[in-house]
C-alpha cells in the first residue's frame, strides 16, 4: 500500500526557534498534500492545503506566516512553524493526496512538538 | 463553513456488543465521508470512505452508512473486540473543484474502550 512518512515523529525545542517538519509520499507521487494539527482530546483541524509548484491555500484563521508550507516536489511538502511559542506544542500531521485521484489519500503517522 | 459532531464522546462496553457510532454535519455538500481509526499517539487508519452517491459500505465487521440529505452517518460494529478499542474520527471531504479538493473536515471523535 502506499506510504506516506513525517519526519521528526517527535521534536521539542525553545521558544522563538524554527522547526520544519517533512512530509513524503515513499511510493507515489502527490500534487496535493494537506497539513492538520491536533490538540490533547481534540480533532484534527485543517490547517492548508499545499499544492506542488504553487502557493499554500490556508485555513481561516491560520496564520501563513507563522507556518511556512514549500512543497517543492511531488512527493515532498514542509512544514515550517517559525518563532515557535509553547501554544504552538500539538501533534501535526500530514496527508498526501495521490496524483490524478480525487480521493486517494493516505495519512502520514504525524509529528509531536512540544515546544519548551 | 462545514462542522461535524460526533456522539457520543467515549463509550465504553464489554467484549461481544454491537455499537453504533453517530456523526452528524451541516453542509450536505460533501463528495465522500469517511471513518478513521487512531490510537493514542499515532496517525489515522482509514477504516470505510463512502462517497456521496453511495448509502453505506461495509468492510468485515464494520458497516457505516450515509444520509447525506440529513447529514448523517453511522458506524456500526458488530462482536466488538478489546482490539477495537481507539478513538473512531468522522470526517467529510467537500465537494467542488479546485487544488483544495481532498481536504477533509473531521469530528471530535469517539473514545471506545472494550473491555474483556
Redesign the interface.
Known amino acids: 500500500g502506499a506510504v506516506v512518512s513525517q519526519h521528526p515523529s517527535r521534536v521539542i525545542c525553545k521558544s522563538g526557534t524554527s522547526v520544519k517538519i517533512e512530509c513524503r509520499s515513499l511510493d507515489f507521487q502527490a500534487t ?1 498534500m ?1 497539513w ?1 494539527r491536533q490538540f490533547p ?6 490547517m492548508a ?1 499545499s ?1 506542488e509548484g ?1 502557493k499554500a ?1 490556508y485555513e ?1 484563521g491560520v496564520e501563513k506566516d507563522k507556518f511556512l508550507i514549500n512543497h517543492a516536489s511531488l512527493t515532498l511538502s514542509t512544514l515550517t512553524v517559525t518563532s515557535a511559542h509553547p501554544e504552538d506544542s500539538s ?1 501535526y ?1 500530514c ?1 498526501a ?1 495521490r496524483t490524478g485521484s ?2 486517494e ?1 493516505y ?4 509529528t ?1 512538538l512540544t515546544v519548551t | 463553513k462545514q462542522e461535524v459532531t460526533q456522539i457520543p464522546a467515549a463509550l465504553s462496553v464489554p467484549e461481544g456488543e454491537n455499537l453504533v457510532l453517530n456523526c452528524s454535519f451541516t453542509d450536505s455538500a460533501i463528495y465522500n465521508l469517511q471513518w478513521f481509526r487512531q490510537d493514542p499517539g499515532k496517525g489515522l487508519t482509514s477504516l470505510l470512505l463512502i462517497q456521496s452517491s453511495q448509502r453505506e459500505q461495509t468492510s468485515g465487521r464494520l458497516n457505516a452508512s450515509l444520509d447525506k440529505s440529513s447529514g448523517r452517518s453511522t458506524l456500526y460494529i458488530a462482536a466488538s473486540q478489546p482490539g477495537d478499542s481507539a478513538t473512531y474520527l468522522c470526517a467529510v471531504s467537500p465537494s467542488g473543484r479546485g487544488s483544495t479538493l481532498g481536504r477533509l473536515y473531521f469530528g471530535r471523535g469517539t473514545q471506545l474502550t472494550v473491555w474483556p
Open positions: 496535493t494537506f492538520y482530546k481534540k480533532s484534527l483541524m485543517l492545503t499544492n504553487s491555500t481561516q501533534f500531521i496527508s493526496r480525487i480521493h489519500q495519512f502520514g503517522p504525524g509531536r
